[in-house]
């Protein structure tokens, strides 16, 4: 395995042809947008490049991947994935490819690399900059749609450059694309703005039925499958849902659990006095201080019984 720094990439890149390049399961704007990105800039270095259909792209993001997709890899395609931390985030679709990945970009550490190469940058906040950066080695010029999944990476992984991960460095890329993209407004509104009437029907639910300890520090909000349904919420609309607890005012811990087939999907989110990391690594999953997630194979209050016994006193 190799590991690759910026440069280096942009020599893997410039040195091959044909690049087929795959996104994660329950697709974000960080890995629709820098897949989008990587395949423009590709292009116009007069590469031939596709993204590979993800059939888990919601609505939301199909603006960034319209004339870029295709179906198959082709046999002779350099298989690349962006912001793809671990094998398991692969979409099924993809399964058949997972030991033929030649690069893998990201901003997520795995000690257990899955690639050929990789050049992973923890400390950056959204893939979509990394991507960049290696675009900039190649003397890429950023044109209006690359900026467009630019943006969408960086302002999204970055909760619209509110989180904690959010560098001058993030500012830079996305003042970039403030220059060649006039119209940042209308993806701000739709990103950050716009809320479908399930998603807000879904967050009342949680208002309602969310589980308060430590005099209110603690917010714990378990989410049965039906409840879902009932809501008619899809993937979209549950996009960072998350978050959501974490912004009632006192909070400090705030669990969600969503069911995933026979798994419960726990995320935590803190204000980051509270390492979220430390508490998921108790269940075999990881993250950063202010959000992380786990997956726990058990029935939803169990899983709740269990996360209670494992979270820290505050
Ligand atoms: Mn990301």
Redesign the pocket.
């Known amino acids: 395995m190799g590991i690759l720094n910026r440069a280096e990439t942009a020599a893997f890149f410039m040195g091959r042809d044909h690049f087929a390049i795959l996104t994660h399961r329950r697709p974000?704007g960080?890995?629709l947008g820098?897949a989008a990105l990587l395949c423009r800039g590709l292009r116009q270095l007069g590469k031939t490049a596709f993204v590979l259909e993800n059939p888990e792209v919601t609505p939301k993001y199909t603006y960034l991947m319209d004339g870029l997709t295709k179906k198959e890899a082709g046999e002779d395609d350099m298989v690349v994935c962006v912001?793809v931390a671990a094998k398991s985030m692969l979409p099924q679709v993809f399964s058949h490819l997972e030991n033929r990945i030649a690069l893998r970009i990201?901003?997520?550490i795995n000690d257990r690399s899955f690639t050929e190469n990789e050049l992973v940058e923890p400390e950056t906040a959204?893939?979509?900059e990394v991507v960049y950066g290696v675009l900039k080695q190649m003397g890429i010029v950023l044109e209006e749609e690359m900026a467009k999944a630019l943006y969408t990476?960086v302002s999204t992984?970055t909760g619209c450059f509110r989180y904690g991960n959010t560098t001058p460095e993030t500012f830079r890329a996305a003042a970039d694309c403030a220059a060649v993209y006039k119209n940042l407004r209308k993806l701000n509104q739709m990103l950050f703005e716009t809320f479908s009437l399930a998603r807000l029907r879904i967050q009342g639910w949680m208002v309602e039925n969310a589980q308060f300890m430590a005099g209110g520090k603690i917010c714990i909000c378990a989410i049965p499958l039906q409840v879902e349904q009932q809501m008619g919420v899809t993937e979209d609309d549950m996009e960072n849902i998350s978050g959501f607890p974490r912004t009632i005012a006192g909070v400090v811990v705030a669990a969600t659990l969503r069911q995933d087939a026979d798994r419960v999907k726990i995320s935590v989110r803190t204000d980051s006095t509270v390492d979220a990391s430390a508490i998921c690594a108790k269940f075999g999953g990881g993250g950063h201080r202010g959000a992380a997630g786990a997956n726990l194979e058990m029935p939803m209050d169990e899983a709740v019984k269990v996360l209670i016994k494992h979270l820290p006193q505050i």
């Open positions: 974000d960080d890995t820098s912001d990201d901003h997520h959204a893939c979509g990476a992984d």
